[in-house]
């Protein structure tokens, strides 16, 4: 079993910075991408970002130029860099990693103040 913790949340004005920080534990299996999915009150979980084994990166459009995804690679913790930050980018944050299985964390609030 992969277990995913997040942490990082928070509340933050319009323009600041956030990182959201996903440590991952449990049995080793091989997993092929890492993500960051967010959940706006009333709203489908999106997708805002990936990164492959290799460190190939995709970002949402309305998060391009100002969030940055990094690490994850076995042992090492998983980031969300989010520069910035606009009242619509208040969600849950949660971290996700696939494999052969999809695995999510519990997720971790984030308020943007304007």
């Known amino acids: 079993q992969v277990q995913l913790v997040e942490s990082g949340g928070g509340l933050v004005q319009t323009g600041g910075s956030l990182t959201l920080s996903c440590k991952r534990t449990g049995v080793a299996v091989r997993i092929n991408t890492m993500a960051w999915y967010r959940q706006a009150p009333g709203k489908q979980r999106e997708l805002v970002a990936t990164?492959?084994?290799?460190?190939?990166?995709n970002y949402a459009d309305s998060v391009k130029g100002r969030f940055t995804i990094s690490g994850g690679s076995p042992g090492n913790t998983l980031y969300l860099q989010m520069n910035s930050l606009k009242p619509e980018d208040t969600a849950v944050y949660y971290c996700?990693?696939?494999?052969?299985?999809?695995?999510w964390g519990q997720g971790t609030p984030v308020t943007v103040s304007s």
């Open positions: 990164i492959s084994s290799v460190g190939s990166t």
């Open positions: 996700q990693a696939s494999g052969c299985f999809e695995y």
